[in-house]
């Protein structure tokens, strides 16, 4: 089944605690990207990626790292957590579409808590 | 800058009572205008690209339409299993990104 993978769904962690947030996609798809979703906000880009070792920032990349050392995976980290980071986020990966559209395929999101 | 605004923010609906949700967009250059569905606790889920003004696109009850400003997402004879929020994006083409609304809560009540 063509899907993205993400984990931890779920991760309650304390400030300044370094974490990972692992996302996996097994439709040999070149672009990836993570979003985050806050209310009232809604979908955010963080970071993407349309390579292997290509990345560049989106919209809000502040306290976020990234990398894409295999075209397959596309590991979000969170260097010194804090509060202000508790949200959903989404990885999603795509190939280019018709007219160069991106049609993006999600996974099912990690839920973050930050105390 | 790109932007895109969803309305209403919340809709309930009776079923079978049919309604439309809006979308309006303002892109330098539009690449494709993207409907997800989401469902609580699960990722968006892709519905339809539309790609120019007077494309229309159909799905069971769910109908997307485009002008050069805005799409509606016209939801027909809506059932219980429809209610879900529903998300619009556009790709400008500028940037390597979605921009998404905030999106439409849609209940429907049996």
């Known amino acids: 089944e063509a899907q993205v993978t993400q984990n931890p769904r779920y991760l309650i962690t304390v400030t300044g605690k370094k974490l990972t947030v692992t996302c996996s996609q097994n439709?040999?798809?070149?672009?990836m990207s993570w979003y985050r979703q806050d209310p009232g906000l809604g979908l955010r880009q963080i970071y993407y990626?349309?390579?292997?070792?290509?990345?560049d920032k989106g919209d809000v990349p502040e306290g976020y790292k990234v990398s894409r050392k295999e075209k397959r995976n596309f590991p979000l980290i969170l260097e010194s957590p804090s509060p202000n980071q508790t949200s959903l986020y989404f990885c999603?990966?795509?190939?280019?579409?018709?007219?160069?559209?991106?049609?993006?395929?999600f996974g099912a999101g990690s839920r973050l808590t930050v105390l | 800058e790109d932007q895109v605004t969803q309305s209403p923010e919340a809709l309930r609906l009776q079923e079978g009572e049919s309604s439309s949700l809006n979308c309006s967009y303002t892109?330098?250059?539009?690449?494709?205008l993207f409907w997800y569905r989401q469902d609580p606790g699960k990722g968006p889920e892709f519905l339809f690209t539309?790609?120019?003004a007077g494309e229309e696109k159909e799905k069971e009850r769910l109908k997307a339409t485009l002008t050069k400003k805005e799409s509606f997402l016209h939801i027909t004879a809506p059932k219980p299993e429809d209610s879900a929020t529903y998300l619009c994006?556009?790709?400008?083409?500028?940037?390597?990104?979605?921009?998404f609304g905030t999106g439409t809560l849609l209940a429907v009540q049996p």
């Open positions: 999603a990966s795509s190939s280019p579409m018709m007219r160069g559209a991106n049609v993006l395929t």
């Open positions: 439709m040999n798809h070149e672009y």
């Open positions: 990626s349309m390579n292997v070792e290509v990345t």
């Open positions: 892109v330098s250059g539009l690449r494709g």
């Open positions: 539309l790609y120019s």
């Open positions: 994006a556009v790709d400008g083409g500028a940037t390597n990104k979605l921009i």
